[in-house]
């Protein structure tokens, strides 16, 4: 058991925007949130899934919407709170312990304030092992965990709650239920038991996402590559072990808008030889191309970091002139599944582009 105080919600906030390929929400405001709920609440203790009781309650929760909503629509940490009030009292029952839908960027702080603030412990793991942008694409479904009940809520105190007979019913009720609310709301979700997530997390995340972030800042402080100690560290993990720098260059142009809820749009990125690779989101970076290829594509990760410090850049977070280096990442083996590949491959975005492995690309 380890226990998350303020020295270490940096170096989580950083892991956690790497892994999260671009997309949930902006690691610094969670940073922020997190320090805050840690300096009110105290330290958060960080639990194995194994030490949750098969029969206690875990909730998940996370923000939905279109993250650069968040730039100027800033929540206030009880939005949770009052969702997980309103999933106890449809099951019946006191959460044990919380855990993250996802594990990047804002929303893998999201759980660590709502653990701070109801003292309870958060589970070292999520349903992603990367970030996606839809409630159907997370581990805890394709384990055929029900997502319901389904609580929205938001920073003025409202709180819906959806009960839906499947899970892309409540993806399309929650979207309009988010819009509504401004775009951006927070949610708790897929509620399981014990036993329920031991059988489908992705295990032991928020531990890998905090030491990324410090061999990232331990690599900047002792003056030492930041891009090596990642690829060297990577490849030692259980589920990130292929891993390679794609493209180094300048963003000379990109495209950007809400839609539907979601962060949508193409980045272009130019190096000295005019060569050039677009990568396309919706929240995430989802296929990157060179030559009109793809070079790596979902399910793995996209992540794009400054070229100089390896800080991750979410996709609300682009602008034109960067210098950025590109890396691919493999994702961990279950949403290299026949079945996870349904839910979270290249065709559930519309692509018709087939999934290939990132060690697999030319």
């Known amino acids: 058991m380890k226990r998350i105080d303020i020295a270490d919600v940096a170096d989580i906030a950083t892991g956690a925007a790497l892994l999260g390929a671009g997309g949930g929400g902006d690691p610094y405001i969670g940073r922020l949130m997190v320090e805050e709920a840690i300096r009110a609440f105290g330290p958060v203790e960080l639990i194995d899934v194994d030490a949750v009781p098969d029969e206690a309650l875990i909730v998940p929760t996370a923000m939905m919407g279109a993250p650069s909503v968040m730039v100027e629509k800033l ?150 590559d930041p891009f090596e100690a990642l690829l060297t560290y990577l490849p030692t993990t259980d589920y990130y072990k292929h891993c390679r720098s794609l493209f180094d260059g300048r963003i000379v142009d990109l495209r950007r808008e809400i839609a539907q809820g979601f962060t949508v749009g193409t980045v272009e990125i130019e190096n000295t030889a005019q060569a050039r690779i677009s990568i396309q989101f919706r929240n995430e970076y989802l296929v990157a191309r060179q030559d009109g290829k793809p070079v790596a594509i979902v399910p793995d990760l996209i992540a794009i970091l400054d070229s100089e410090t390896a800080t991750p850049i979410t996709a609300e977070a682009l602008k034109y002139g960067q210098r950025v280096r590109v890396i691919g990442i493999s994702a961990p083996p279950i949403l290299r599944s026949e079945p996870a590949l349904r839910v979270v491959g290249p065709q559930a975005f519309g692509f018709t582009d087939p999934f290939q492995p990132i060690e697999e690309m030319a």
């Not at 239920?177 to 031991?198: F, L, R, T």
């Open 75 to 224: 929540p206030n940490g009880a939005e949770a709170e009052i969702g997980l009030e309103a999933i106890e009292t449809a099951i019946g029952k006191r959460a044990h312990a919380i855990i993250a839908p996802e594990i990047g960027g804002l929303n893998a702080m999201l759980p660590i304030v709502l653990a701070a603030r109801r003292g309870l412990p958060l589970v070292d793991g999520d349903g992603m092992g990367r970030a996606f942008p839809e409630l159907p694409m997370v581990t805890f479904n394709i384990f055929g965990q029900s997502i319901s009940p389904l609580a929205i809520s938001d920073e003025l105190g409202n709180c819906v709650a959806v009960r839906t007979v499947d899970v892309e019913s409540a993806e399309r009720l929650g979207r309009q239920i988010v819009v509504a609310m401004g775009a951006a709301a927070q949610i708790c979700c897929y509620p399981m038991s014990g036993a329920e997530a031991k059988r489908s997390a992705v295990r032991g995340t928020v531990g890998l996402a905090w030491e990324i972030g410090r061999l990232l800042r331990v690599a900047r402080e002792q003056m030492c």
